[in-house]
């Protein structure tokens, strides 16, 4: 009897798609058995990266992105392409009984309407939109396990909604005066070429952009209106900042009542205490990108500042690993009854 779990990958030639090729080298039990590349089919991982010479992965075949041929092959399937693209391939793959896990935003959101207003893309899988699953192991570990599809979270609303979540749900901060302040390493923005993420226009530079406008804004929203019992809107702000990966957000809000910083940190720590990958700094420590680079960790630090009755809220998270990748393989470790944590022990990569 086969000992591991046929896994395709579409869309390996980006960035999620080449992080989670480099989890899946030392994972147990997931084994990758197809990746494809509509410019590359017909190659294999290693012609394309050199870097997984000797690996498990070398000989990998790369193919095009055909559901028949993912079907014949796969039990599960990552889908690490833009958005828009993905609902078809899932569509086609549930309907050939492959589990998914889509790192993309098209089943995230559970109103098509809220999904097409910031997307603007007409959403051609509506149906599936009430069996997808928001894979966030942290609040939702019961409803993956038994997915087909799952919503892999975005990269931001990752750090957003793991940070707010305590606050919100015990009532802690008020509803209608919440700020993520967020900054994102250029990884963020895939690796397809724009003049915005060449070297010159991201190094030695740091700019808002989206202010306001950002499509992530209404994910965050759905999620923490659940932890709050009820609607939240929220001012979501986006930067970039010249690293290749990594998001830290500082999230300001403002206190229901007066709560000493000892409290607030009580509070959150018992929140996340049995959460392998969320971690509560201590009192008075603020986390920093390099700390969660290539992990799983979402590390949260905590200001109290009593001349505004303002609760600051940082997190820094991986955007490519906990943002995206580390996450989706998460999720399929869940979906397939596996501890959650396989695979995804490595140490930060430093520096
Ligand atoms: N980058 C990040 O930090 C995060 C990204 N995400 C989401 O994950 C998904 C992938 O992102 P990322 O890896 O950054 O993107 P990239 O732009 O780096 O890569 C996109 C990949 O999709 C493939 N692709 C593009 N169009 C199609 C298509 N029509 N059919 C089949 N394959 C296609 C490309 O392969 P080829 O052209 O070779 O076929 C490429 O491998 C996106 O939805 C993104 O929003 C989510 C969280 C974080
Ligand atoms: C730095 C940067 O450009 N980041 C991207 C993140 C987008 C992303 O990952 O989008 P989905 O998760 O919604 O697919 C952006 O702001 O558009």
């Not at 790192?103 to 910031?118: I, N, Q």
């Not at 979270?153 to 957003?160: E, K």
């Not at 929140?271 to 990108?289: D, E, M």
Request: charged share 15%.
């Amino acid at each position: 009897m086969e000992q591991y779990i046929k896994t395709g990958l579409v869309g390996a030639t980006g960035y999620t798609g080449m992080e989670l090729a480099r989890l899946m080298i030392g994972h147990p039990v997931f084994k990758l058995v197809l990746a494809t590349s509509r410019k590359e089919a017909g190659k294999t991982l290693v012609d394309i990266f050199p870097h997984l010479q000797a690996t498990i992965l070398a000989d990998v075949p790369l193919v095009s992105p055909d559901p028949d041929v993912l079907a014949k092959e796969c039990d599960l399937v990552f889908l690490a392409v833009p958005h828009g693209t993905a609902m078809n391939i899932a569509a086609e793959l549930l309907a050939r009984k492959v589990r998914v896990i889509d790192l993309s935003a098209d089943f995230r959101l559970h109103d098509a309407g809220v999904y097409e207003a910031w997307y603007n893309v007409t959403h051609t899988q509506q149906q599936l939109l009430s069996q997808a699953v928001y894979g966030l192991p942290e609040l939702y570990a019961q409803d993956i396990a038994h997915a087909e599809l799952i919503a892999n979270p975005g990269c931001y609303p990752t750090s957003a909604i793991l940070g707010l979540y305590p606050a919100l749900q015990q009532g802690l901060i008020k509803t209608e005066d919440i700020v993520v302040d967020s900054k994102s390493g250029a990884t963020g923005a895939g690796r397809k070429a724009s003049v915005s993420s060449l070297f010159c226009e991201v190094n030695e530079n740091f700019r808002a952009y989206n202010l306001g406008q950002h499509r992530h804004t209404p994910e965050i929203e759905q999620e923490v209106s659940v932890a709050a019992s009820t609607p939240v809107t929220l001012s979501f702000n986006t930067h970039l900042v010249p690293i290749d990966r990594g998001i830290l957000s500082t999230i300001y809000t403002r206190l229901n009542q007066p709560a000493t910083l000892t409290a607030v940190h009580d509070l959150f720590t018992r929140f996340y205490a049995h959460k392998s990958w969320v971690r509560v700094l201590p009192q008075g420590a603020l986390p920093q990108t390099k700390w969660v680079r290539g992990t799983m960790f979402c590390d949260i630090g905590l200001a109290v500042d009593p001349r505004t009755d303002r609760l600051i809220i940082v997190t820094a998270i991986d955007n490519l690993c906990r943002g995206a990748s580390g996450q989706a393989l998460a999720n399929a470790n869940i979906m397939f009854g596996l501890d959650q944590t396989l695979g995804l022990h490595g140490g930060t990569l430093i520096p």
